[in-house]
């Protein structure tokens, strides 16, 4: 049986230090070798001149520097561009690139598809096959970084900000994106600060309070609904923790740092969760949380049976917060023309979970009432 070789491109600082270790090393050569893949972006380690040929030799034997494959790219007119990327299994993942004026967000899948099927996510619909490894989350930004190169046309900072709200839920990849989100923030690799890397959960409390023990970057919540009864059916896993636990870990996620708050994500569902009154219900809910919110118009996909709100309704529901003193912005929609916008990533996920089929075997019933329910 032959054995994997070590994917280096994973390792972040700690583990890189151990890995020079075992082969009798110096920890300097871990700052070398981040440099180098990320920096640099080598993926040879025969081009890793300033390493000896023997050490060379040395790590060859048990390891290499293998970044994903680029299946599909493309790029929308507002500028936004989306990566398909093939993992070595055969699965798609997606990855994409929002250019503003001042800055540009890279957003990060954690996983193959996902569990937690939320009713109004496209994700969630392709069903889930596997967790991502730390090189293949940090690979996503390894591929985007070389292509947005100065040698590309960009200038050399083209990527400010990371937000881990590609596909999946980070927080149920726990290791391998704290592992990820580390090389991310190293200043030997993207040198990003703590406030410009934000992982987005859809509230996985006991995971929330472990984040907060091993990482200070950005956290932003996928609230969506101000009462259990209708966040119970937009983000299921609400029913296992419900609003009264994730406000509270929410209330005190920041209490140590005075002017940092959780991002609550509120997708904008015409008829659904846009009402004043559930404008009223999340100002009760959020009136002692450092919080600021963002409101998310819902981006439509194909069989979804919500329908994006209006401006008009947007406006009035954001006005409603910032009156009551919540700081509340509306997120504009990019890449929707690539369906590179929030939500709308489904890559090619070979469906464990079966959910798809059991999803199109319902459609199928709806469809012909003369079917029982299997
Ligand atoms: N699982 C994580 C991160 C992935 S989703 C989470 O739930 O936070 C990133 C954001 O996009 C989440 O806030 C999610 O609720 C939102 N989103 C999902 N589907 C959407 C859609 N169709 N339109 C707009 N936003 C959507």
């Given at each position: 049986?032959?054995v994997?070789?070590?994917?280096l491109?994973g390792?972040?600082?700690?583990?890189?230090?151990?890995?020079?270790?075992?082969?009798?090393e110096?920890s300097?050569?871990?700052e070398?070798?981040?440099k180098?893949?990320?920096?640099?972006?080598v993926?040879?380690?025969?081009?890793l001149?300033?390493?000896?040929k023997?050490?060379?030799e040395?790590?060859?034997?048990?390891?290499?520097?293998?970044?994903?494959?680029?299946?599909f790219?493309?790029?929308?007119?507002?500028g936004?561009?989306?990566?398909v990327?093939r993992?070595?299994?055969g699965?798609?993942?997606?990855?994409?690139?929002i250019?503003?004026t001042?800055?540009?967000?890279?957003c990060?899948?954690s996983?193959?598809?996902c569990?937690?099927n939320?009713?109004?996510?496209?994700?969630?619909?392709?069903?889930?096959?596997?967790?991502?490894?730390?090189?293949?989350?940090?690979?996503?930004v390894?591929?985007?970084?070389?292509?947005?190169?100065?040698?590309?046309?960009?200038?050399?900072?083209?990527?400010?900000n990371i937000?881990?709200?590609?596909?999946?839920?980070?927080?149920?990849?726990?290791?391998?994106v704290?592992?990820s989100m580390?090389i991310?923030l190293?200043?030997?690799?993207?040198?990003?600060?703590?406030?410009?890397?934000?992982l987005?959960?859809a509230?996985?409390?006991?995971?929330?309070l472990?984040l907060?023990?091993?990482?200070?970057?950005?956290?932003?919540v996928?609230?969506h609904?101000?009462?259990d009864?209708?966040?119970?059916i937009?983000v299921?896993?609400?029913?296992?923790?419900?609003l009264k636990?994730?406000?509270?870990?929410?209330r005190d996620?920041?209490?140590?740092?005075?002017?940092?708050y959780v991002t609550?994500?509120?997708?904008?569902?015409?008829?659904?969760?846009d009402?004043p009154?559930h404008?009223?219900?999340?100002?009760?809910?959020?009136r002692d949380?450092?919080?600021?919110?963002?409101?998310?118009?819902?981006?439509?996909?194909?069989?979804?049976?919500?329908?994006?709100?209006?401006?008009?309704?947007?406006?009035?529901?954001?006005?409603?917060l910032?009156?009551?003193?919540?700081?509340?912005?509306?997120?504009k929609t990019r890449?929707?023309?690539?369906?590179?916008?929030?939500?709308?990533?489904?890559?090619?996920?070979?469906?464990?979970?079966?959910?798809?089929?059991?999803?199109?075997k319902?459609?199928?019933r709806r469809?012909?009432?003369?079917q029982?329910?299997?």
């Amino acid at each position: 049986m032959t054995v994997a070789k070590i994917n280096l491109l994973g390792l972040d600082y700690q583990a890189m230090q151990d890995f020079f270790k075992t082969l009798g090393e110096k920890s300097y050569r871990a700052e070398q070798m981040l440099k180098a893949i990320h920096f640099h972006g080598v993926r040879d380690i025969e081009k890793l001149t300033t390493f000896s040929k023997p050490l060379r030799e040395k790590m060859a034997a048990i390891a290499d520097i293998r970044p994903p494959d680029v299946a599909f790219e493309s790029t929308a007119p507002d500028g936004t561009h989306k990566w398909v990327i093939r993992l070595s299994d055969g699965n798609c993942i997606e990855t994409v690139f929002i250019p503003e004026t001042k800055r540009g967000t890279l957003c990060v899948s954690s996983q193959v598809g996902c569990v937690l099927n939320c009713d109004f996510c496209s994700t969630g619909k392709q069903g889930f096959s596997r967790n991502l490894d730390a090189a293949e989350i940090i690979g996503q930004v390894w591929v985007a970084a070389r292509a947005l190169s100065r040698e590309n046309g960009y200038h050399d900072h083209a990527i400010t900000n990371i937000v881990m709200m590609g596909m999946g839920e980070p927080l149920l990849n726990f290791d391998n994106v704290i592992s990820s989100m580390n090389i991310m923030l190293d200043d030997f690799c993207y040198g990003l600060s703590k406030r410009r890397v934000t992982l987005s959960t859809a509230g996985v409390v006991p995971k929330m309070l472990e984040l907060r023990e091993k990482s200070d970057v950005a956290l932003a919540v996928s609230l969506h609904a101000p009462n259990d009864e209708l966040r119970d059916i937009l983000v299921p896993i609400n029913k296992k923790y419900p609003l009264k636990e994730l406000m509270r870990v929410c209330r005190d996620y920041f209490k140590d740092e005075k002017r940092r708050y959780v991002t609550m994500e509120y997708v904008m569902l015409a008829g659904v969760n846009d009402q004043p009154i559930h404008a009223k219900q999340l100002i009760a809910l959020l009136r002692d949380i450092p919080a600021k919110v963002n409101l998310i118009p819902f981006n439509p996909f194909p069989e979804t049976i919500y329908k994006r709100s209006d401006m008009d309704t947007i406006d009035r529901f954001r006005l409603t917060l910032m009156d009551a003193g919540i700081n509340c912005l509306t997120r504009k929609t990019r890449g929707e023309e690539i369906d590179a916008a929030c939500g709308q990533l489904v890559g090619e996920v070979q469906d464990r979970t079966q959910r798809v089929a059991r999803l199109a075997k319902k459609n199928q019933r709806r469809a012909d009432p003369r079917q029982k329910e299997a």
